[in-house]
Structures are given as structure tokens and as C-alpha cells.
């Protein structure tokens, strides 16, 4: 019985990994999707309206007018490479929003759907609308390549796992079935998910350099943009144990993205 229950559970899981495989704009890279377009896009909407319930808009017009501005290009060169590629429904239920608020992290975000966020504290590092392009290409990278639903996908597939251990030692210990259930975890974290999400990265500074670029802006603007970002603080924790890649590596990948981009560059 025990065995079955195993066999049937991978059965399902490999069923709905085989036919829920899509590919990414730009990289074509493969991608598991065992989430729907319309269930991460429920998720964001209500992570949006409760972070907009807690943040302060900026009162600043000029920069304000300039994340607006700078966001419209970025969304509307998007629009135009994906129509011409025939990969409209990639963004299909996007409404662009781009918002200012008063916040001193360095930091913007882009949640599924198009709603962009950025903080009046990366502004002193972004300096210039070129700045603020390669950070905005960047998330809006992210909400195109569809990385969350990617992520939570993911995160699926490894509680599927999770639960076929626990079958498997179901006539152990308890002790022994959770020392099984913590190192699986610790594998499946640092040896799947985190290098999983600085690939994601890394194709979001891919992705964001060329969107930059269709937008009109200069994306070798991005090594002196990650430099100063750099110059703020120092890595925390060990490349190999975080989500993103450290900030010599990512300068270092993006001096090497930077010709291809270039070719979609029309000043």
C-alpha cells in the first residue's frame, strides 16, 4: 500500500510537470509552471493593495513624474518586442502601475501583473533616468519571465518530495523521520531554491538589459548603476546561500550581456 501511495504521488507529480512546461521570452529558456496566470495574479493583486495600505506616496512631482515616465517606456517597448513576437498573452491581464513611495531602503520591486514599486532610497544611487531604466528593466524582467509563478512552482514540486519521504519512513522514529525531513529541507533550499532564484536573477538582468535598451535608454548605464549599489554595504551572507548573486559576480555577468543588448539599442 505504502508503495503504491509513493508510485502514485510521483506519477501525478511527473504528469503535471510534463504538460506544464513554457518557455521564457528573449532566453527561451524552459520553465515549470504548475500555477495559473490567473492564481499568481489574484496573489499579487492582494499583496499589492495590502502593501499600498502600509506605504507613504511620494510627494516628491519631479521624481514621481520621472518613475511614471521612465516605467511607460520600459512597459510600451515590452509591449511592442511581444506583439511582434507573437507572445502578447505573455503579459495578458497586465495593468502597468508605477508608484513612488517614501521609503530610504534601496529597493524597487515588480510584482506579477505589471504594479512597480520603487523607493525614493534608490534614487540617489540610480542618479539619472538611464539609472532608474536599468533598475526598472530589471523587475519588469521579472513580472515578464514570470519568475514568481516559476518560484511557487517550485516550492510544489518540493513539498511533493517532502510528503514521499515522509511516506517512506513512515515506519521509523519519529526522531529519524524528522532528522529525514530537516536535512531534506536543507537540501532541497540550498542545493534547488536559492541557486534557483540567482538563475533568476541573472536572466532578469539578462532580460532587463535588453528591455532597457528597446525602452531608448543606454543599458551600459547598469555597471556603474551595480557599482554604486555595491559601494552601500557589503555582501552578508555567502553567495552560495543567497538569492542573489554577489555584486562583483553580477557586475562582472552583465559586462558580458551588455554587447547583445546593445543591439536593440536605438538612442
Known sequence: MKKDRIQWMCLLASCAILSSCSSVALTGRKQLMLVSDEQVMSL????????????????DKKNTEMVVRVGKKIASAVETYLTSQGRQTDISGFAWTFKLVKNAEANAFCLPGGKIVVNEGILPITQTEEGLAVVLGHEVAHAVAKHSAERLSQQMVMQYGGQALDVILSGKTTQTRQLAQTVYGLGA???????????????????????????????????????????????????????????????????????????YYKK
Open 44 to 59: 499579487s493583486e492582494q499583496s499589492y493593495t495590502d502593501y499600498m495600505k502600509t506605504a507613504t506616496l511620494s510627494t
Open 189 to 263: 533550499q540550498y542545493g534547488v531554491m536559492l541557486p534557483y532564484s540567482r538563475a533568476n536573477e541573472n536572466e532578469a538582468d539578462q532580460i532587463g538589459l535588453i528591455f532597457t535598451a528597446m525602452a531608448g535608454y543606454n543599458p551600459q548605464a547598469a555597471v556603474s548603476f551595480w557599482q554604486r549599489m555595491s559601494a552601500q554595504g557589503t555582501q552578508k551572507v555567502p553567495e552560495f546561500m543567497s538569492t542573489h548573486p554577489s555584486d562583483a559576480t553580477r557586475v562582472s555577468n552583465i559586462q558580458k550581456l551588455i554587447p547583445e543588448a546593445m543591439k
